[in-house]
């Protein structure tokens, strides 16, 4: 079809974008690199590191730090919060490019007498808009001339391609049927349409609007770390408190011949005292902040980040991953997500019921005649000279899935000729070509209801004409089809030519009944399954009718297991109040005829109710939603509003993907928890220590240098090593975690105390034992103790080595230490890289750490000493697994 317009000149076009603007629609703000850090540092944790970095900083100038303390915090502060924002920053700006790739439309369009081509921004009001099958309508606007199918799925979930025709002079410029919408896609017909709004003006441009609006919450992670935070803060300052105390408790009644003695001395020497418990004290505050936790969370998200890419997962938004992790609700879209999203024939019926459900499982004859019956029935054009590629211009879904069914016989064009044509209508129901050359024969195919009342024949599993007399079995079949919400379509032959009145043929053979829908993806029962499994309550929502998405739904497995399963309608959920909602959300599973505001609403009650959140979107339509959701899955074939509005990206469009974003997520929290078993038992035995310490006659069994240097290489080095921890299948059998739910559970507790607790009682054993001290005696003498230089570094080495020993301990809940231990190439190189950098400094540590060399047999002795704790730890464990159960699901169940 040919159309010409003059279109609008120059100072038409600059007096239109004057007036109304041009189409370009405002996008969310991109952040810096530089907002994204200042956002990072905003952190609970990092801004307590900060604090204790200054202090260190102060207690540096007035000499009584070293500068190499304020530099170790000051190097996890920046790899915590660089490597973080760089990796947000880098998949940002690819994401950017990509967004800017696929906003570079060319657009057709009648300008100053002739038709042009024009980047989609620069469209005005008034713009005649030439639209082919496979454009995408550029703005919003009437369709003056021509028709179309247009796909508006992306704007309103429905999957039915919708029919526009041309307006009429004198009819109502607003009905729908004349109108088109930016992001709709035409599928067939040719147009041409008159721009009544652009840019911001435009549906898209306000659902962009609203999208600009929505609020941002905590994530889970976030809100438990402020929480920690807050905790940590407390116990520093507690601890603190009680270093103060206990130093100088030692100092006035202990070391002391008598507390009147102690306040005769020199105010100088008590004024000392008073500035050394005031700096151990801080220094506690100090060791208290897991430096390193920031740093791993960084790490395990960017790691995890690359892996998830490597299987179609891009994340955009870093705490998206443990966001994921924490979810206990998705809503998720039906089409091309849980299904294939095109239409495909599932199943092929002979007229005894017989059912074929591949191409390749039917008869021979039967099949060519279906293939050759298919082939040449239709009006679309097509081009098979790549049957990987096959171009069927003019085909709707339905004759496209038809088509693509026999695909084999699509380039046998044969001899063929085409006598007379009934083209398909709703009225009539059915379409009708006649043919001659290879065979003469009259080719029918349409609604069976329509095309069996004229069959007097069917075709045998053999392709020999028969009696087609009970019809029982062939009901039964397609009844069955009907259930699963199938499409169905007979064909038929038969020899009577097409007539005159274009009436449907007498006297026709039944070839076969097509049962069509859009298919299930294979890997879509199972990924629904791991969901459940992991306690992800999974509602999908879809703008298909309720029979079309509850057969989907019981064939997905949604609807298993819960004999209270609800299905609502669009309309259903309308009458209920918020209220009413909230209670039958636990078992929801479908909304059918879905609009964009009931997924807005599911998901702003769902939050009011604590749960975490997931929606998947495609679709203009879903961008709200995906928004404004805990975390949003957008979907890779979907709309650039959706992509920008979701915080991961799934470039298959596949919820199996989905899942696994969900099992890294989990995989990211179990580092986390695993860190602080691990650190928070060095801080609590540390204190302890250096605590209990003063009640022994130590002053500093623990140096503040040493317990700074243990501060920076036990949490810088050791986080990272938890940051490669394997994604482990047995955590998706496991429930989500509440939202309120504290990082640190009963289990962890048991872990850190009783360890922390055990490390401190063998320590002070270590310090007061005469074994030991003459185990340990001896050596190359330092300036500030020569007497007992051997002694302490051997104590060091020790408490450094046991905390080392139980890194071992932390990773895994059960009690297989080597499980999966290799799968963490980090841990491997780490744990053995600290061991080695240990051992150099504290045989070259000097005056600095306090140290001398020890002899080989000196640190076999230490080292034995040392790993004592893993059976420590192995005993806690195995009493825990007897009196309260053991926590790892695969453990349990062996034993």
């Not at 069914?405 to 044509?421: E, K, S």
């Not at 009225?427 to 009708?432: D, N, V």
């Not at 007399?469 to 009577?496: F, K, P, Y």
């Not at 009783?754 to 002070?764: E, R």
């Amino acid at each position: 079809m040919k159309f010409t317009y003059p279109g609008l000149t120059d100072q038409e076009v600059e007096a239109s974008r004057a007036q109304h603007g041009s189409n370009a629609v405002a996008s969310q703000e991109v952040e810096t690199f530089w907002d994204k850090l200042l956002g990072n540092l905003k952190d609970p944790i990092i801004i307590i590191l900060i604090a204790a970095l200054l202090i260190t900083l102060v207690l540096t100038v007035f000499g009584y730090a070293e500068w190499y303390e304020s530099v170790g915090i000051a190097f996890a502060v920046v790899i915590a919060t660089f490597v973080a924002t760089w990796s947000e920053h880098s998949n940002e700006q690819s994401f950017q490019k990509l967004l800017e790739e696929a906003s570079m439309i060319l657009v057709k369009v009648f300008r100053n007498g002739r038709l042009t081509e024009i980047s989609i921004n620069n469209l005005v009001v008034g713009d005649y808009i030439l639209l082919q099958p496979g454009d995408t309508v550029p703005t919003d606007g009437a369709l003056i001339a021509g028709h179309a199918e247009v796909d508006e799925a992306a704007l309103t979930g429905e999957s039915e391609p919708v029919k526009k025709t041309a307006l009429p002079d004198g009819a109502n410029p607003e009905a729908e049927e004349h109108r088109l919408f930016r992001a709709g896609l035409l599928v067939d017909g040719e147009c041409v349409m008159q721009a009544s709004a652009v840019g911001d003006k435009t549906r898209y441009g306000q659902t962009m609007k609203e999208l600009l609006s929505a609020e941002d919450r905590l994530s889970p992670l976030q809100h438990k770390l402020t929480v920690l935070g807050g905790h940590i803060s407390m116990f520093g300052y507690i601890g603190a408190t009680f270093i103060f105390i206990a130093f100088m408790f030692n100092n006035m009644f202990l070391q002391a011949e008598s507390f009147d003695l102690y306040w005769a001395q020199a105010s100088g020497l008590i004024v000392k005292d008073f500035v050394t418990a005031a700096i151990l004290a801080i220094i506690v505050v100090v060791v208290a902040v897991p430096e390193g936790l920031p740093m791993m969370i960084a790490m395990v998200l960017a790691i995890n980040m690359k892996k998830l890419l490597s299987v179609k997962v891009l994340v955009r938004k870093l705490l998206g991953i443990e966001t994921a992790g924490s979810l206990n609700l998705l809503f998720t879209d039906k089409t091309g997500t849980l299904t294939q999203g095109r239409l495909s024939v599932s199943a092929f019926l002979t007229g005894a019921g017989g059912q074929y459900d591949q191409l390749d499982a039917i008869p021979q004859t039967l099949r060519d005649t279906a293939g050759f019956a298919l082939r040449n029935n239709t009006s679309a054009v097509i081009d098979a000279s790549n049957l990987n590629d096959i171009k069927m211009v003019g085909a709707d879904r339905t004759e496209q899935a038809l088509l693509r069914f026999v695909t084999p016989y699509l380039a046998q064009n044969g001899n063929v000729d085409i006598v007379d044509m009934i083209p398909f209508n709703s009225t009539r129901k059915f379409s009708a070509t006649q043919v001659t050359g290879d065979r003469t024969v009259t080719l029918v195919k349409g609604a069976p209801e329509v095309i069996l009342q004229n069959c007097v024949r069917c075709l045998d599993a053999d392709g020999n004409a028969v009696d087609f007399g009970n019809r029982d079995a062939l009901q039964t079949a397609m009844s069955a089809l009907s259930g699963r919400a199938m499409r169905l379509l007979a064909i038929a032959v038969t020899d009577t030519p097409i007539d005159d009145s274009k009436a449907l043929p007498a006297n026709l053979t039944l070839v076969g009944v097509f049962g069509m829908r859009d298919e299930l993806r294979e890997t879509s029962y199972a990924s629904v399954k791991t969901a459940k499994n992991a306690g992800i309550h999974v509602v999908m929502i879809t703008g298909d009718a309720k029979d079309t998405a509850q057969a989907i739904a019981k064939d997905v497995g949604l609807l298993e297991d819960d004999p209270q399963a609800i299905i609502l309608t669009s309309a259903e959920l309308a009458t209920l109040s918020d209220e009413e909602v909230k209670q039958k959300l636990p078992h929801l599973y479908v909304v059918a005829r879905a609009f964009p505001t009931d997924k807005s609403r599911l998901v702003k009650l769902a939050k009011e109710l604590g749960l975490v959140v997931g929606m998947t979107g495609d679709g203009v339509n879903d961008a709200p939603a995906v928004k404004n959701a805990d975390v949003g899955f957008a979907m890779g074939s979907g709309t650039e509003m959706t992509k920008e509005s979701g915080d991961i990206v799934i470039l298959d469009d596949n919820f199996s993907s989905l899942t696994k974003a969900v099992l890294y997520g989990r995989t990211l929290f179990k580092s986390i928890r695993k860190f602080l078993i691990f650190q928070l038992t060095v801080n609590v035995s540390a204190i302890l220590v250096v605590f209990l310490g003063q009640f022994f006659g130590f002053d500093l069994p623990l140096t503040m240098t040493q317990l700074l240097w243990l501060n920076i290489i036990m949490d810088t080095l050791a986080g990272l090593a938890f940051a490669g921890e394997a994604a482990l299948q047995r955590y998706m059998l496991e429930k989500p975690l509440r939202r309120d739910e504290p990082l640190i559970n009963t289990d962890m507790w048991s872990s850190i105390l009783i360890n922390g607790a055990f490390i401190a009682f063998i320590s002070i054993v270590f310090l007061t034992s005469d074994w030991t001290k003459t185990l340990f005696s001896g050596g190359h003498p330092v300036p500030s103790d020569p007497a007992q230089a051997k002694f302490l570094t051997a104590f060091f080495a020790f408490f450094v080595f046991v905390q080392i020993f139980n890194t071992f301990n932390a990773r895994t809940q059960g009690l297989k230490l080597w499980e999966h231990l290799l799968d963490n190439r980090l841990f491997s190189i780490i744990i053995p890289s600290i061991m080695a950098i240990q051992i150099f400094f504290i045989t070259f540590g000097g005056e600095i750490l306090r140290t001398v060399g020890l002899s080989v047999s000196e640190w076999i002795a230490v080292l034995l000493m040392a790993v004592i704790i893993i059976p420590v730890d192995l005993l806690r464990k195995a009493a825990r697994n007897k009196w309260f159960g053991n926590p790892v699901p695969q453990e349990a169940a062996q034993g």
